[in-house]
């Protein structure tokens, strides 16, 4: 690859990369079975080398697996973390799930046959699960920051932080799954992005949590 090449469209190319070793993989698994695909099967259903593939994931199981949700960079972390007290923390944290989706590896055709596919391996879906879970780690200590950026004197309270902060992320984790099942269930010719049904759900959520409160 030329040194010169933008930053973004090296980004670009190798998202496009990730992506088609993913369909590729799914693909070869939902129609001969898990057992009779090979890493060469892929690159040559992806036009990659095995040596490519290697460089993206550990095994075929890991391709099958995915990402889990990740963040884009530190500079949108600190403008999450930097929000104030606007009193508005799940709108904030809609755009970072939404951003987040927005710039994720996986397209709808993606997401669909891994669905395919965990229904008929169920022990794949653990592997989808441990990086969930480690994105919820995660999440849960961003949270924590911009609880303390908010609230200083949670700092004289961990306890109390940890708690409010692990409370936050199983409610933006019941957002992120509503907003999943709702794109998920749509027609599969929609066009519809994961992250406008992310800020749809955390827009209610927000809506919700001000009808609940006192007056």
Not at 30 to 43: K, M, Q
Not at 53 to 77: H, T
Not at 142 to 147: C, E, N, Q, T
Request: one cysteine or more.
């Amino acid at each position: 690859m030329p040194a010169d090449e933008p930053t973004g469209l090296r980004e670009r190319k190798r998202l496009a990369t990730r992506q088609a070793i993913q369909r590729a993989v799914l693909r070869l698994a939902l129609e001969r079975g898990l057992e009779h695909v090979t890493i060469e099967d892929v690159s040559r259903e992806a036009d990659i080398s095995p040596r490519t593939f290697f460089n993206y994931f550990v095994s075929k199981e890991a391709a099958i697996a995915g990402d889990a949700p990740d963040f884009l960079d530190d500079e949108q972390l600190a403008v999450f973390v930097e929000g104030g007290p606007s009193g508005d923390l799940m709108g904030d944290l809609g755009d970072l799930m939404a951003d987040a989706a927005d710039h994720a590896s996986e397209s709808r055709e993606t997401v669909m046959l891994r669905r395919d596919l965990h229904s008929r391996y169920p022990q794949l879906f653990a592997l989808r699960m441990a990086g969930m879970r480690a994105f919820e780690d995660d999440l849960a200590g961003v949270i924590s920051k911009r609880l303390l950026h908010d609230r200083p004197e949670y700092a004289r309270e961990p306890e109390k932080l940890a708690s409010r902060a692990r409370l936050v992320t199983m409610v933006a984790f019941g957002a992120l799954r509503h907003a999943w099942t709702c794109w998920a269930e749509t027609d599969r010719s929609s066009e519809e992005a994961l992250s406008t049904r992310l800020r749809d759900s955390f827009l209610q959520v927000r809506e919700l949590l001000m009808q609940s409160s006192p007056a």
